[in-house]
Protein backbone atom coordinates (compact mmCIF):
# COMPACT_ATOMS: atom_id res chain seq x y z
CA UNK A 1 0.00 0.00 0.00
CA UNK A 2 2.75 2.67 0.92
CA UNK A 3 4.35 1.48 -2.31
CA UNK A 4 1.57 2.62 -4.57
CA UNK A 5 1.60 5.81 -2.56
CA UNK A 6 4.71 6.41 -3.27
CA UNK A 7 4.86 5.17 -6.88
CA UNK A 8 1.63 7.01 -8.06
CA UNK A 9 2.92 10.31 -7.67
CA UNK A 10 6.27 9.56 -8.56
CA UNK A 11 5.26 8.03 -12.26
CA UNK A 12 2.97 11.59 -12.27
CA UNK A 13 6.11 13.65 -11.79
CA UNK A 14 7.93 12.65 -14.21
CA UNK A 15 5.03 12.08 -17.20
CA UNK A 16 4.79 15.79 -16.13
CA UNK A 17 8.54 16.61 -16.30
CA UNK A 18 8.89 14.78 -19.48
CA UNK A 19 6.27 17.09 -20.98
CA UNK A 20 7.98 20.41 -19.86
CA UNK A 21 11.19 19.45 -21.05
CA UNK A 22 9.38 18.44 -24.78
CA UNK A 23 7.31 21.81 -24.41
CA UNK A 24 10.49 23.62 -23.75
CA UNK A 25 12.60 22.02 -26.68
CA UNK A 26 9.57 22.49 -29.16
CA UNK A 27 9.24 26.75 -28.37
CA UNK A 28 12.58 28.14 -28.15
CA UNK A 29 12.74 31.92 -27.65
CA UNK A 30 14.20 34.21 -30.46
CA UNK A 31 15.84 37.28 -29.88
CA UNK A 32 14.36 40.44 -32.09
CA UNK A 33 16.20 43.64 -33.22
CA UNK A 34 14.20 45.82 -34.90
CA UNK A 35 16.18 48.80 -37.13
CA UNK A 36 19.12 47.55 -34.80
CA UNK A 37 17.42 47.53 -31.81
CA UNK A 38 16.87 44.41 -29.49
CA UNK A 39 13.92 44.13 -28.57
CA UNK A 40 11.84 43.07 -25.18
CA UNK A 41 10.17 40.00 -24.59
CA UNK A 42 12.03 38.76 -28.24
CA UNK A 43 10.09 36.17 -29.84
CA UNK A 44 9.00 32.44 -30.08
CA UNK A 45 9.66 29.85 -32.43
CA UNK A 46 7.64 26.91 -32.42
CA UNK A 47 7.72 24.31 -35.52
CA UNK A 48 9.51 26.38 -37.53
CA UNK A 49 7.36 29.39 -37.75
CA UNK A 50 8.45 32.75 -35.30
CA UNK A 51 5.93 34.18 -33.40
CA UNK A 52 6.70 37.97 -32.54
CA UNK A 53 4.22 40.63 -30.10
CA UNK A 54 1.97 42.45 -32.70
CA UNK A 55 2.38 45.84 -30.57
CA UNK A 56 5.35 46.09 -30.98
CA UNK A 57 5.87 45.43 -34.31
CA UNK A 58 3.65 47.54 -34.97
CA UNK A 59 5.02 50.16 -32.42
CA UNK A 60 8.40 49.98 -34.63
CA UNK A 61 6.90 49.99 -37.56
CA UNK A 62 4.70 52.86 -37.07
CA UNK A 63 1.64 51.27 -37.99
CA UNK A 64 -1.98 51.28 -36.48
CA UNK A 65 -3.37 48.12 -34.62
CA UNK A 66 -7.33 47.80 -34.16
CA UNK A 67 -8.28 45.22 -31.63
CA UNK A 68 -11.41 43.64 -32.22
CA UNK A 69 -11.99 41.81 -29.19
CA UNK A 70 -15.32 39.60 -29.79
CA UNK A 71 -14.07 38.45 -33.00
CA UNK A 72 -10.75 38.27 -31.31
CA UNK A 73 -9.35 39.76 -34.98
CA UNK A 74 -6.13 42.34 -34.38
CA UNK A 75 -5.98 44.41 -38.06
CA UNK A 76 -2.89 46.58 -38.71
CA UNK A 77 -2.66 49.74 -40.88
CA UNK A 78 0.73 51.53 -42.10
CA UNK A 79 -0.74 54.80 -43.48
CA UNK A 80 1.88 56.24 -45.88
CA UNK A 81 3.20 59.15 -43.86
CA UNK A 82 5.20 62.67 -45.60
CA UNK A 83 6.60 65.33 -43.11
CA UNK A 84 8.27 68.28 -44.08
CA UNK A 85 9.72 71.26 -42.01
CA UNK A 86 9.66 74.45 -42.88
CA UNK A 87 10.83 77.96 -42.43
CA UNK A 88 10.23 80.92 -44.32
CA UNK A 89 8.93 78.30 -46.63
CA UNK A 90 12.25 77.06 -46.82
CA UNK A 91 12.82 73.26 -45.99
CA UNK A 92 13.90 73.13 -42.72
CA UNK A 93 16.73 70.76 -41.14
CA UNK A 94 19.73 70.41 -38.93
CA UNK A 95 20.73 73.24 -36.50
CA UNK A 96 23.66 74.16 -34.06
CA UNK A 97 23.26 73.91 -30.74
CA UNK A 98 21.37 76.97 -29.03
CA UNK A 99 19.47 77.97 -32.45
CA UNK A 100 15.94 79.71 -32.01
CA UNK A 101 13.98 78.68 -34.72
CA UNK A 102 10.31 79.22 -36.00
CA UNK A 103 9.05 76.29 -38.09
CA UNK A 104 5.71 74.74 -39.34
CA UNK A 105 5.22 70.69 -39.38
CA UNK A 106 3.55 69.77 -42.82
CA UNK A 107 2.00 65.86 -43.38
CA UNK A 108 0.45 64.48 -46.19
CA UNK A 109 -1.43 61.09 -45.36
CA UNK A 110 -2.64 58.45 -47.73
CA UNK A 111 -3.39 54.99 -47.54
CA UNK A 112 -5.63 55.44 -44.34
CA UNK A 113 -8.24 52.77 -44.27
CA UNK A 114 -9.23 53.61 -40.59
CA UNK A 115 -11.49 56.55 -39.02
CA UNK A 116 -9.53 59.09 -37.44
CA UNK A 117 -10.49 61.71 -35.12
CA UNK A 118 -7.78 63.48 -33.96
CA UNK A 119 -3.63 64.34 -34.43
CA UNK A 120 -1.16 65.59 -32.67
CA UNK A 121 2.24 66.78 -33.73
CA UNK A 122 5.25 66.95 -30.68
CA UNK A 123 8.78 67.45 -30.26
CA UNK A 124 11.04 65.78 -27.94
CA UNK A 125 14.12 67.02 -26.63
CA UNK A 126 17.66 64.78 -26.32
CA UNK A 127 16.47 63.75 -23.48
CA UNK A 128 13.24 62.34 -24.65
CA UNK A 129 10.68 65.28 -22.72
CA UNK A 130 7.53 66.34 -24.91
CA UNK A 131 6.41 69.33 -25.99
CA UNK A 132 3.25 69.44 -28.09
CA UNK A 133 3.65 71.67 -31.18
CA UNK A 134 -0.38 71.07 -32.01
CA UNK A 135 -3.54 68.77 -31.47
CA UNK A 136 -6.62 69.38 -33.83
CA UNK A 137 -9.87 67.21 -33.77
CA UNK A 138 -10.35 66.33 -37.45
CA UNK A 139 -12.98 65.31 -39.04
CA UNK A 140 -12.03 63.07 -42.66
CA UNK A 141 -13.78 60.29 -44.00
CA UNK A 142 -10.99 59.99 -46.79
CA UNK A 143 -8.00 57.86 -47.26
CA UNK A 144 -6.00 60.55 -47.37
CA UNK A 145 -5.70 64.27 -46.22
CA UNK A 146 -3.23 66.98 -45.66
CA UNK A 147 -2.13 68.80 -42.12
CA UNK A 148 0.26 71.70 -41.21
CA UNK A 149 0.70 72.96 -37.90
CA UNK A 150 0.65 76.74 -36.81
CA UNK A 151 4.27 78.05 -36.97
CA UNK A 152 6.29 76.79 -33.71
CA UNK A 153 9.31 79.18 -31.53
CA UNK A 154 11.62 76.22 -30.16
CA UNK A 155 14.75 76.52 -29.12
CA UNK A 156 17.20 73.51 -29.78
CA UNK A 157 19.07 74.15 -25.85
CA UNK A 158 21.13 70.92 -26.01
CA UNK A 159 23.21 69.24 -28.53
CA UNK A 160 21.99 65.51 -29.78
CA UNK A 161 18.49 64.25 -32.00
CA UNK A 162 15.69 65.87 -31.69
CA UNK A 163 12.19 63.68 -33.08
CA UNK A 164 8.75 65.63 -34.07
CA UNK A 165 6.66 62.76 -34.26
CA UNK A 166 3.11 62.84 -36.05
CA UNK A 167 0.58 60.74 -34.04
CA UNK A 168 -3.12 59.75 -34.84
CA UNK A 169 -5.76 58.98 -32.56
CA UNK A 170 -8.57 56.19 -34.05
CA UNK A 171 -12.37 56.41 -33.42
CA UNK A 172 -13.44 54.77 -30.43
CA UNK A 173 -10.00 55.14 -28.62
CA UNK A 174 -8.21 57.25 -26.05
CA UNK A 175 -4.94 56.45 -27.21
CA UNK A 176 -2.22 58.02 -29.68
CA UNK A 177 -0.36 56.33 -32.56
CA UNK A 178 2.82 57.54 -33.39
CA UNK A 179 2.67 57.06 -37.83
CA UNK A 180 6.11 59.15 -38.72
CA UNK A 181 8.98 60.49 -37.10
CA UNK A 182 11.31 63.04 -38.54
CA UNK A 183 14.45 64.32 -37.13
CA UNK A 184 16.53 67.12 -36.30
CA UNK A 185 20.10 66.94 -35.67
CA UNK A 186 21.48 70.12 -33.35
CA UNK A 187 25.46 70.20 -33.03
Not at 70 to 89: D, E, G, I, S, W
Not at 134 to 144: F, L, P
Not at 158 to 181: D, M
Amino acid sequence: MKFRKVIIPLLLLSLWGGSMLFADSATQKVRVLINGLEQDGGGLMTDGKTYLPLRQLATSMQAIIEWDGPNKRATVYKPNVHMFLFQNNAVFGNVAKGYQAKFKVFAQLDNLKTDVVAVKVSIFDPSGKEKVIQTETVNTSKDNFWYATDEIDYKFDASGKYPIRFYLKLKGSEEWTAVSEKLISSQ
